[in-house]
């Protein structure tokens, strides 16, 4: 191969990962729903909110956890009733299918009854999430 | 769950921003070299069209290399240097070269990290990449052409996309090989 093409093949490559990235900044932390999924307290090792839980999904191998983990633990000691529970999937692959998560960190937004009323893949976006509190 | 200390997460980052440098250059060599040349357009290569033309219609020129020819390609030696260099991160991280590069040269000129960052992922991810070149390597030496390239070129875009946006792909990918049952162990009772 010529070096023209193979620097226009490398140049290339190099559009298509900053494209990538952006479309992964674009999709990360957004507010979903969250299907027709309930959360089971007998997953979570600490007590449930009273009126919201954010239960995150982590692992050990996971770069972004401990930053979503002070923010919404910061929320949970900000806010009345609302309780911050994280769940350990490193060992736990029954769980990630159960609750069909594909990516760590994932936050759920649960209700009272367990109903998972939002979910968010990645970091979640700071106003996303305390609109989905609020809708609770 | 015990945590081991925390490491300044711009770390990984300054060692990703050299790795994909280096993994763009063994792309672009990997595209002009031996792996992806037709036989025949090789100056240093012997060929014979007559013989086998009529059975594969496109000859590659690593095909029919000599092993030392494919490992003396200079995209193979330089993704030989990237490849020890990911196993270095992996067996030793506290001693691997652009993490001590940063500590002793960067690190001293930025302001103090806002928070410390797990070692175990850019250390998992690390794994990832030795794997991918490794396989890259293995089969440019069997003789299969365009799999450096492509091998350097798929680690170019992980590190690439952790130097530039801070997104770990070797990270997110632990859960799905977990998932996979590749990774992690079998889940305990409840």
Same mark, same amino acid.
């Given at each position: 191969?010529?070096?023209?093409?193979?620097?226009?093949?490398?140049?290339?490559?190099?559009?298509?990962? $900053?494209?990538?990235?952006?479309?992964?900044?674009?999709?990360?932390?957004?507010?979903?729903?969250?299907?027709?999924?309930?959360?089971?307290?007998?997953?979570?090792?600490?007590?449930?909110?009273?009126? $919201?839980?954010?239960?995150?999904?982590?692992?050990?191998?996971?770069?972004?956890?401990?930053?979503?983990? =002070?923010?919404?633990?910061?929320?949970?000691?900000?806010?009345?009733?609302?309780?911050?529970?994280?769940?350990?999937?490193?060992?736990?692959?029954?769980?990630?299918?159960?609750? =069909?998560?594909?990516?760590?960190?994932?936050?759920? $937004? $649960?209700?009272?009854?367990?109903?998972?009323?939002? =979910?968010?893949?990645?970091?979640?976006?700071?106003?996303?999430?305390?609109?989905?509190?609020?809708?609770? | 769950?015990?945590?081991?200390?925390?490491?300044?997460?711009?770390?990984?980052?300054?060692?990703? *921003?050299?790795?994909?440098?280096?993994?763009?250059?063994?792309? @672009?060599?990997?595209?002009?070299?031996?792996?992806?040349?037709?036989?025949?357009?090789?100056?240093?290569?012997?060929? &014979? %069209?007559?013989?086998?033309?009529?059975? *594969? %219609?496109?000859? +590659?020129?690593? &095909?029919?290399?000599?092993?030392?020819?494919?490992?003396?390609?200079?995209?193979?030696?330089?993704?030989?240097?990237?490849?020890?260099?990911?196993?270095?991160?992996?067996?030793?991280?506290?001693?691997?070269? +652009?993490?001590?590069?940063?500590?002793?040269?960067?690190?001293?000129?930025?302001?103090? %990290?806002?928070?410390?960052?797990? /070692?175990?992922?850019?250390?998992?991810?690390?794994?990832?990449?030795?794997?991918?070149?490794?396989?890259?390597? #293995?089969?440019? #030496?069997?003789?299969?052409? +365009?799999?450096? /390239?492509?091998?350097?070129?798929?680690? @170019?875009?992980?590190?690439?996309?952790?130097?530039?946006?801070?997104?770990?792909?070797?990270?997110?990918?632990?859960?799905?090989? &977990?998932?996979?049952?590749?990774?992690?162990?079998?889940?305990?009772?409840?």
């Amino acid at each position: 191969m010529s070096p023209t093409a193979a620097l226009w093949i490398a140049g290339t490559l190099l559009v298509v990962s $900053v494209a990538a990235g952006v479309v992964f900044r674009l999709l990360d932390g957004r507010r979903r729903g969250g299907g027709h999924l309930r959360f089971d307290p007998q997953h979570a090792t600490t007590a449930l909110g009273e009126r $919201v839980t954010l239960v995150q999904f982590s692992t050990e191998m996971c770069t972004r956890c401990p930053q979503v983990r =002070r923010m919404l633990s910061a929320l949970a000691a900000d806010h009345d009733g609302l309780a911050h529970v994280e769940v350990d999937l490193t060992h736990r692959a029954d769980l990630a299918a159960r609750y =069909r998560v594909l990516q760590t960190p994932t936050t759920f $937004v $649960v209700d009272r009854s367990g109903a998972v009323r939002a =979910r968010f893949n990645g970091v979640p976006h700071r106003h996303a999430l305390s609109e989905a509190i609020a809708a609770v | 769950m015990t945590t081991p200390a925390g490491i300044d997460p711009r770390g990984p980052r300054f060692a990703a *921003t050299i790795t994909s440098v280096l993994l763009l250059i063994a792309t @672009f060599l990997g595209l002009i070299g031996i792996s992806t040349a037709q036989a025949g357009s090789f100056g240093w290569f012997a060929y &014979q %069209p007559l013989s086998d033309a009529a059975f *594969t %219609p496109t000859n +590659w020129a690593i &095909q029919t290399a000599s092993v030392a020819q494919r490992a003396l390609d200079p995209a193979f030696l330089v993704t030989v240097v990237i490849a020890l260099l990911f196993l270095w991160s992996v067996l030793s991280p506290a001693t691997a070269p +652009w993490g001590a590069m940063f500590r002793r040269a960067v690190r001293p000129r930025l302001a103090p %990290p806002a928070e410390l960052e797990d /070692p175990r992922p850019p250390r998992f991810a690390q794994g990832v990449g030795l794997v991918v070149v490794t396989v890259g390597i #293995l089969l440019h #030496l069997f003789g299969v052409p +365009w799999a450096l /390239p492509i091998a350097t070129a798929a680690a @170019f875009v992980a590190a690439f996309l952790n130097a530039a946006f801070g997104l770990c792909l070797g990270c997110q990918l632990y859960l799905l090989l &977990q998932r996979a049952g590749i990774v992690g162990r079998p889940a305990r009772a409840s």
